[in-house]
């Protein structure tokens, strides 16, 4: 047993603590939107890793499932006046009907067929994007009126409201990562992960399990791709539906460590502050280099530290916890 | 709509089908032999026509004639690559095979957009507007030759493989690695040659488009994404079936822009990639 003031437990409520004050402490909107930003790739990057790491199944197009969410939601806001806290659901839930027909078809195969399929899935969604005008307003991509503060509508004056539903939202990936984990689904995909085949012969479907993985993951995203429209007031279809995008959702799951709870937390956070401090030195004067440094990333992450960042900061954190003190005098 | 029309799309389909033949046996042949899902091959298309547009720039070389330079620059391109990106990993999972490329295909790109700028570049030389009337359908000249130019190597390399000794030993480690060992055959050094020919083959489809293509640092996408259809319509490693996927996935798409629209023939390639998975995910040359 371990004392309720054990660094064990003080530690986390800590961060919490901390996270929830953050956007006081940051001397102006630009550092919440870095924040906020953070938070939406810890949901990306989470939701990824639910089928990237656990399942281990490589998406690159995980953007058709944020783009769906941001899309149908937007449309219904626009066209039917109903509330994005109502959307927000149904993209979800959008997502998540579109991932089915991947799971079924992809999952029966082995070998790269569900990583091609969902890059196809993703450029063949923006490609009808841009060509249904009509509906989706082409290229120029949709907008969100702006209502100024309208909690009701999902929009604020201020950042940090955002703020809030993006750590409610990363927080919340993290418990269901925990709780997958856990759960028999998570038993089973690592059962899978060693040995299908074994798996496969102690009667588990390592099919089904894996589809279920990824409409849990395509759910997740289709709502990150709602909160993201509504926080940014316009989508486009290359921004939301772009291969840039996918592998910026894997690269944040894959640079922290894929199969781990913490993995995508931290490589949310490293990865956006690579990204911001990148575009503040650059200044947008070269194009290219940003990314070609990102690509490069990339490389030296798979190739020197396929197991992420997180062995080595659980290393750091292990460390900490072991020489805090108790709290409250009392004894760990 | 009438059937000229019609046949104009098939004929523009098939005259491209070899230019994706060459791209799509490039893909195939690393995968067969290096058993790497090479994500970065379009990069190597773009390469290849980068380097073409820059010696006609630079130089005043025929695109044609540069092929004697492009493909031994991009064969060299692939070496090292085998040996310092692929060697290391090949026996890591397919995630982080499949991770290296896709980074390395980031890293081409946009270091092409780093030095070239996002400009769209074209060649023109004095055959580019060039085309033949036969029976109403024109047949624009510069793509019989690219069409003419990728069947050619296509059929060189399908001699080197069967009739030459390096060529045998390289589908002896496509076939089985641990035997063709025991035969004494090298296989690191194999490897190095099919990451070299598979990117030479990309680097010459670029070469040869590049007189009515447009050059630019994202052109590598498109090709990349239907070399993989044609790779997975015609079976994963088979030379033979990507010829005969890359005409089926040619004269689609040209069939898709026809009557769907210039936008969406990649929605029609993907929509071929569908129905394989649903119905012969083995693709047309396997077994099952």
């Known amino acids: ?332 | 709509m009438d059937l000229t029309t019609i046949f104009q799309a098939v004929i523009t389909g098939v005259l491209m089908a070899g230019i994706y033949a060459l791209v799509a046996i490039g893909l195939t042949l690393i995968f067969g032999v290096v058993r790497i899902v090479n994500f970065a091959q379009g990069e190597f298309v773009m390469l290849g026509m980068y380097v073409t547009w820059w010696l006609w720039k630079a130089g005043g070389i025929d695109p044609y004639l540069s092929l004697l330079i492009t493909m031994p620059v991009l064969f060299v391109f692939g070496v090292l690559v085998q040996r310092f990106l692929f060697r290391p990993i090949l026996s890591a999972p397919d995630m982080a095979q499949i991770f290296l490329t896709v980074g390395l295909s980031v890293v081409l790109m946009n270091a092409a957009l780093f030095f070239f700028t996002a400009d769209f570049r074209s060649v023109k030389t004095t055959y580019s507007e060039w085309a033949l009337r036969v029976a109403g359908i024109t047949l624009s000249v510069p793509r019989i030759f690219a069409f003419a130019g990728a069947l050619v190597l296509a059929g060189l390399l399908t001699l080197f493989l069967s009739k030459t000794d390096i060529g045998k030993a390289l589908r002896a480690v496509a076939q089985d690695r641990e035997v063709s060992m025991l035969l004494g055959i090298d296989p690191e050094r194999m490897y190095l040659l099919a990451v070299g020919l598979g990117a030479a083959l990309a680097g010459a489809a670029g070469g040869l488009i590049v007189p009515f293509f447009y050059v630019f640092p994202t052109v590598g996408v498109v090709f990349v994404l239907i070399a993989f259809v044609v790779v997975i319509l015609g079976t994963l490693g088979s030379i033979q079936g990507a010829l005969l996927a890359s005409l089926i996935v040619g004269v689609a798409e040209s069939l898709g822009i026809l009557f769907a629209g210039a936008d969406l023939g990649l929605v029609v390639v993907f929509a071929i990639l569908v129905a394989t998975l649903i119905l012969k995910p083995s693709g047309l040359m396997g077994q099952a």
Request: aromatic share 12%.
């Open chain 1, 1 to 332: 047993m371990k004392a309720a003031g054990s660094p064990e437990y003080y530690l986390p409520a800590g961060i919490l603590l901390f996270l929830i004050v953050l956007p006081f402490l940051l001397p102006n909107p630009f550092y919440v939107h870095i924040v906020v930003m953070m938070a939406v790739f810890v949901v990306l990057g989470g939701a990824w890793n639910l089928i990237g790491g656990y399942g281990g199944q490589l998406s690159l197009g995980h953007a058709a499932f944020f783009g769906t969410g941001a899309y149908v939601s937007t449309l219904l806001v626009n066209a039917y006046g109903i509330s994005p806290w109502i959307t927000m659901w149904l993209g979800g839930l959008a997502a998540l009907l579109l991932s089915l027909p991947v799971g079924i078809i992809c999952f029966r195969l082995q070998g790269p067929y569900f990583a091609i399929a969902t890059i196809g899935l993703a450029e063949t969604l923006r490609l009808l994007v841009l060509h249904f005008r009509d509906i989706t307003s082409g290229a120029q991509g949709l907008t969100v009126p702006f209502r100024g503060d309208a909690p009701w509508l999902l929009q604020f004056g201020s950042k940090i409201p955002y703020y809030y539903i993006a750590l409610i939202m990363a927080v919340g990936v993290v418990l269901i990562t925990r709780r997958m984990e856990r759960a028999r689904l998570g038993h089973y995909l690592v059962a899978i992960g060693q040995n299908q085949d074994a798996a496969e012969a102690l009667g588990i479907n390592s099919a089904r399990a894996k589809a279920r993985a990824l409409a849990l993951s395509a759910f997740v995203t289709g709502v990150a791709g709602v909160f993201y429209a509504q926080y940014t007031y316009v989508i486009h279809p290359d921004s939301v539906f772009g291969l840039g995008l996918s592998i910026q959702i894997a690269l944040v799951a894959i640079v922290g460590g894929v199969g781990t709870t913490m993995g995508p937390v931290l490589g949310a956070v490293i990865m956006e502050f690579f990204i911001q401090s990148t575009q503040i030195i650059f200044a947008g004067q070269y194009p290219g280099l940003e990314l070609m440094v990102y690509g490069g990333l990339l490389v030296a992450v798979i190739l020197w530290r396929p197991r992420g960042v997180i062995p080595w900061f659980a290393r750091l954190y292990q460390g900490l916890v072991a020489r805090l003190p108790a709290a409250g005098g009392a004894r760990a």
